[in-house]
């Protein structure tokens, strides 16, 4: 048997019995980190998070249009912070007259029990009514996801949100950062929110939330601390 080795453009190659093998040089580790980063960073920031003063606009505008099931999309999407797999098999069963919201995720097969404040009982209670009455063991939000992004993207605009990336990621990126800054921006709460975003480390969290270099830096302004 003989063999011999061909150099052939960015590969080698080696001939065993007129049969050709091709062998590509090994990726280094380090390169291949960087480029899931990469990827993983154009990911995550395919969606933005909405301000308080954008979040209500938006759902103002829902709201008096009757757009019910987009209201809901985006009330009930920020409140339980679930991915869209999830928040799409949420039926009116799971959260009428309910205080906890108990279900299973898709991504991580584990059991999430979500507290159902008053406020948002509430609200869901007379959304019901407002739609009808529907059979409760009916998805609340009977959609596709390309349906929804292509069209919360026309509601935003016409509610006077111009200029965001959004989409269905954006309501569990808007709770983070609401919950970021309710907790005054402590690396306790990324800590916290990190877990139940179920990443690998803060500094994803920090990167899922869009935190930019600036808002951290801004931890450290501690002037008006020091007396002496």
């Given at each position: 048997?003989?063999?011999?080795?061909?150099?052939?453009?960015?590969?080698?190659?080696?001939?065993?019995?007129?049969?050709?093998?091709?062998?590509?040089?090994?990726?280094?580790?380090?390169?291949?980190?960087?480029?899931?980063?990469?990827?993983m960073n154009t990911k995550l920031k395919s969606a933005e998070h909405l301000e308080e003063v954008e979040l209500n606009k938006l759902l103002k505008y829902?709201?008096?249009?009757?757009?019910?099931?987009?209201?809901?999309?985006?009330?009930?999407?920020?409140?339980?912070?679930?991915?869209?797999?999830?928040?799409?098999?949420?039926?009116?069963?799971?959260?009428?007259?309910?205080?906890?919201?108990?279900?299973?995720?898709?991504?991580?097969?584990?059991?999430?029990?979500?507290?159902?404040?008053?406020?948002?009982?509430?609200?869901?209670?007379?959304?019901?009514?407002?739609?009808?009455?529907?059979?409760?063991?009916?998805?609340?939000?009977?959609?596709?996801?390309?349906?929804?992004?292509?069209?919360?993207?026309?509601?935003?605009?016409?509610?006077?949100?111009?200029?965001?990336?959004?989409?269905?990621?954006?309501?569990?990126?808007?709770?983070?950062?609401?919950?970021?800054?309710?907790?005054?921006?402590?690396?306790?709460?990324?800590?916290?929110?990190?877990?139940?975003?179920?990443?690998?480390?803060?500094?994803?969290?920090?990167?899922?939330?869009?935190?930019?270099?600036?808002?951290?830096?801004?931890?450290?302004n501690l002037q008006d601390l020091f007396v002496y």
């Open positions: 048997m003989g063999s011999f080795f061909v150099k052939e453009g960015t590969h080698n190659s080696l001939i065993i019995n007129h049969t050709l093998f091709f062998f590509w040089p090994v990726v280094p580790d380090v390169f291949i980190w960087h480029q899931k980063r990469n990827q829902l709201y008096q249009n009757e757009l019910w099931v987009y209201y809901l999309v985006v009330r009930l999407g920020v409140s339980s912070a679930l991915r869209y797999s999830d928040l799409s098999r949420v039926s009116w069963s799971d959260v009428l007259d309910k205080r906890t919201l108990i279900i299973k995720e898709q991504k991580t097969s584990k059991v999430r029990e979500i507290p159902l404040q008053p406020e948002l009982s509430d609200t869901l209670n007379k959304v019901y009514i407002k739609m009808g009455c529907p059979d409760k063991s009916g998805v609340i939000i009977p959609l596709h996801i390309r349906t929804i992004n292509k069209q919360i993207k026309i509601h935003a605009v016409r509610s006077g949100v111009r200029g965001k990336r959004i989409s269905t990621h954006s309501w569990r990126k808007s709770f983070g950062r609401e919950v970021w800054r309710r907790n005054n921006y402590s690396e306790g709460s990324l800590v916290k929110l990190s877990q139940l975003f179920n990443h690998s480390s803060v500094g994803i969290t920090r990167i899922y939330l869009d935190i930019t270099r600036e808002e951290v830096n801004d931890l450290y």
